[in-house]
């Protein structure tokens, strides 16, 4: 397929040299024209959104304004993309597929990414797609650029609940985590102590497993930022009227440890809750 990717950060980068691995034509667009740098030479680097001539065209930004900002500038859709199928591979709130939706009809698929950007690269991360069911069946060369597809029905809001539900409970489990290596140094264990008790655990799900190092690396390395956890919980919680406290708790203490200047690393930065950077 000729593909065009919206949107190079971390999960965008992956998912374009992923699919340009697998053969695929692609057009990439990235609103700081630095994060195309790495592209040019290699695949067209478009000038704008519109420029646009894929078969399909996947957009990955960080959030629900970004994504409406460029998918649905003055809150309409593209005439630049009608006849190409539009899917969203980013994590946004389920009311935002249904209004992208509302605006590309029969064209769009949510498609979110459930797995790191190195599962992406590699193939392994896992697709969970809702929408239209010949606009999935046209799309399934994307789909095969990983190892896995959840299929979450026609409705595109699906989708991101599943997503959603997913980061739930990885986020809320680092929270958990954190505060084991936080109880844990406290009682005067030394961190390789720690770690040794964390990997030897049968309490510990492969998701946290795969965040040890992160929580007791000093600089936190990483691409799953603390204000993209917090913005996931919220949308989280959005899915209930009721209260939901530990969910609730997790996310401030998301919005805490990046008011504290750990902002723009890993969320396993959550171990240092209370300490300025």
Known sequence: MRIAVIGLGGMGSALAERLLDEGHELEVWNRSPVGAEPFAGRTEVLVDPDAATADAVVVSLADDDSLLQVALPDGQARSAWAGMLVVN????????????????GDRF?????LGAPHAVASGQARWLVGGPAPARSTLAPLWAAFATTTDAG??????????LLSN???????????????LGRAAGLDDDAITELL?????????????????VD??????FTSPLGAKDLT???????DPQPVTTAARDAYLQVAADGWADVDVTALVERGRRR
Do not use: C, F
Request: net charge negative; hydrophobic share 50%.
């Open 89 to 104: 591979a980013s994590t946004v709130a389920p009311a935002t597929q249904t209004t992208l939706a509302g605006a590309y």
């Open 109 to 113: 698929v949510a498609a979110p990414i």
């Open 154 to 163: 026609d409705d595109p809001a699906r989708a991101s609940v599943v997503k």
């Open 168 to 182: 739930q409970m990885l986020l809320v489990g680092v929270a958990m985590v954190a505060e084991t290596v936080r």
């Open 199 to 215: 990997r030897d655990s049968p309490m510990l799900a492969p998701g946290l497993a795969n965040r040890i190092d992160g929580l």
């Open 218 to 223: 000093p600089d936190h390395a990483g691409w």
């Open 235 to 241: 949308h989280a919680l959005g899915l209930a009227t």
